[in-house]
Each structure stands twice: as structure tokens, then as C-alpha cells.
């Protein structure tokens, strides 16, 4: 974390004096909130100042000074819903923090009745985006290595003479992929269509694990800070800094070269990458699968500007490493609009 312009690092584990901790900071504004010394924790069990400074900036990302927050609506009552406690004018307020049920309140919500409309459409391009994008290309060149937010850039060629430079990370350890050279007459597909078809790129070894990397790809980029420590085989791994397009790179090869590249304890397969860094590589992996299950279906976003990133697999030829391209759907000149819906009469 950066406090006033210096670098406190060692997070960890949440705990209770964290917390607490973090609550005088934001209440005892010019006095509790200095986390370089730790200031008003004499009597809290082993503050830990990088895990303040997160939970308070976090607060302040979700909720900027001067805004409001609004509690989450609830039926059930799992909502923490603060009430105030004033022991008298001296002592210190409390603020309970205990979920409407837990008051014993019964929280009921009345049965509405459905007006008599269609369900409303929700409109996205990223359909009419997938259908539109092109099943060969007559010319691909990949750049050199420069892990600069992504691994590097390809350039592509359509048969219709549209040229596009964008960036790409490599989908297969073990099978080469050589950078200046034309590749002439590759494939290209939708994501989607790679894990309904694992033929159409065979060395995606695991094509289901990218429904991890799409996620990976629209929620983690370079920069992000890594949390640790992380728990991998029953070793911990610590050190976490901010992540690396080396340690995203190392994440989809763990991903799809099962058995191969994901042991985090060694580093296997990062040779080729630039000081990659365990604990992130394991954080990154840990976030992907708490997001989206081994097995299940991630679905890109909804976009009316094409702001999200559709992946596309590019297949050089039947021996070379596959590419999966990272970028937005704006990215590809593609004009992503939504038809204008037509309210209904109700």
C-alpha cells in the first residue's frame, strides 16, 4: 500500500485489530490515521499497518469522501444494518455490527405483483461482435516479447485488407511460437467456440480453463495489487507485490498446462518471463477459480460501447502455440452500439 508517498508492504490476513483499527483511523481524522506509525493500536493485538491502509483505501475506492453508501436492500435480513450505541456524552460511541437477523427482526418483503409486461431485453454487442469475427487471416506477425500490460502485440492481416495491432498472451507453454515471422493463413475464433470445440485449437490443452483466463482478462490487469498471503498445497507463499504482465502470463500457462506449469512453489514454466512472482501468480489463480468454478461457464459482461474484452483465439497453424487476443471490443474498430428500447405500454 502507499501512504503519503511511502510503501508499506507486508499484508496479510485480515484481523479484528485491523479492522478496529481502521475505524479510529477514518473517525480520529489528523490523529489515529497515520498507518507509517500505527498510532492509537496500543491496545489492539498486532495491528498490521499494510492491512489498514488496504481496508481504508479500499473504503474510500468504494465510497469517496462526502458520497453516501446505501446498505444493500434486503429480504432476508444477512444485510449488517450499523446502529449507534451512546453509553452517555463522555464515554466512546459503539457501533453494533449485526446483520438485521441476527437482531431477531423478522425481515419480510412483500409478494410483488408483476405488472403485465414482457420481461425487458437486456441489449449487448458482444454477440453480434463474436458472429462478426473473421474464421481466417491471411497474414499474422508477432512482436517480440515486451510484457507491457500483455505478453506482446500481434499484427493481423484480413483478407479484406484491415490491419490491426493488438495485444495477445500465449496459451501453451510447450508449443513454440516465433516472433517476426509471418504466419500466413491462420485461424481465428471466439472463445466460445474453442471450449464447444477443442479441435479447433488442439494445443489449448485445457480449453474449459478459459473460462478462468476470460474472467482473468476482464477483471485483473497489470498493476493490481496482489493480497497475500496465499495458500498453495498447504504452503504458504508470501511476498505479493503489485502484479506483473509476467505473473498474468505465468497464471494462463498454470491454467492450461495442468499438471505441468502450476506448481507456485517452483515456477515452473517462467523461464521465458521477466522475475515473475509466486505469491501473485497464486493470487491471481485463487481469485480466477473463486470467481468462476472448475466446470462452470463465465459469461463476458453486456456492453453498449465495447468496453469489454471479447477474447478471440488465433490458432498460427496445427503445431504452434495458440494466442488468445486481449482486447476490448472498441479495440477492434468494431462500432458496438444497442438498438434503442421501446418501453412497453404499461
Not at 1 to 11: P, R
Not at 189 to 200: F, M
Not at 248 to 265: E, H, P, R, S, Y
Request: charged letters at 15%; a negative charge; hydrophobic letters at 40%.
Amino acid at each position: 500500500q502507499i501512504w503519503e508517498g511511502n510503501k508499506i508492504e507486508g499484508c496479510t490476513a485480515i484481523s479484528s485489530s485491523d479492522i478496529q483499527a481502521t475505524f479510529w483511523a477514518l473517525v480520529n481524522i489528523g490523529k489515529c490515521d497515520n498507518f507509517l506509525d500505527l498510532e492509537c493500536t496500543e491496545s489492539l493485538h498486532s495491528p498490521n499497518a499494510c492491512n489498514i491502509a488496504y481496508i481504508y483505501s479500499q473504503a474510500f475506492k468504494a465510497v469517496p469522501d462526502g458520497s453516501t453508501y446505501v446498505i444493500p436492500s434486503t429480504c432476508n435480513g444477512e444485510v449488517v444494518y450499523p446502529v449507534i450505541v451512546v453509553p452517555n456524552a463522555y464515554a466512546q460511541p459503539l457501533v453494533i455490527s449485526a446483520t438485521i437477523a441476527e437482531w431477531k427482526y423478522d425481515c419480510k418483503c412483500p409478494t410483488p405483483v408483476p405488472a403485465p409486461t414482457k420481461a425487458p431485453t437486456i441489449y449487448s454487442c458482444t454477440d453480434e461482435f463474436a458472429a462478426g469475427v473473421p474464421d481466417i487471416l491471411e497474414t499474422i506477425i508477432l512482436s517480440n516479447p515486451t510484457m507491457e500490460k500483455t505478453y506482446t502485440d500481434i499484427t493481423m492481416i484480413t483478407f479484406d485488407g484491415s490491419e490491426y495491432l493488438l495485444p495477445v498472451w500465449c496459451m501453451n507453454y510447450f508449443a513454440e511460437m516465433h516472433a517476426q515471422v509471418a504466419y500466413n493463413e491462420s485461424t481465428i475464433y471466439p472463445w466460445t467456440q474453442v471450449i464447444a470445440n477443442p479441435k479447433l485449437a488442439g494445443q489449448i490443452k485445457s480449453p474449459a480453463r478459459l473460462n478462468q483466463v476470460a474472467w482473468i482478462l476482464n477483471n485483473i490487469e497489470e498493476g493490481d495489487l496482489a493480497i497475500g498471503p496465499q495458500i498453495w498445497e498447504g504452503n504458504k507463499i508470501e511476498g505479493c507485490t503489485a502484479i506483473s504482465a509476467s505473473d498474468i502470463q505465468a497464471t494462463f500457462w498454470a491454467l492450461v498446462n495442468i499438471g505441468k506449469c502450476d506448481n507456485f512453489l517452483n515456477l515452473e514454466c517462467t523461464e521465458s518471463l521477466y522475475s515473475p512472482n509466486a505469491c501473485n501468480i497464486a493470487y491471481i489463480y485463487s481469485q480466477a477459480f473463486k470467481a468462476v468454478s472448475d466446470g462452470s461457464t463465465y459469461v463476458v459482461p453486456g456492453t453498449c460501447n465495447g468496453d469489454v474484452i471479447y477474447p478471440v483465439i488465433v490458432v498460427p497453424n496445427a503445431y504452434s502455440q495458440p494466442l488468445i487476443i486481449s482486447a476490448t471490443i472498441a479495440e477492434w474498430k468494431y462500432d458496438c452500439k444497442c438498438p434503442t428500447p421501446v418501453p412497453a405500454p404499461t
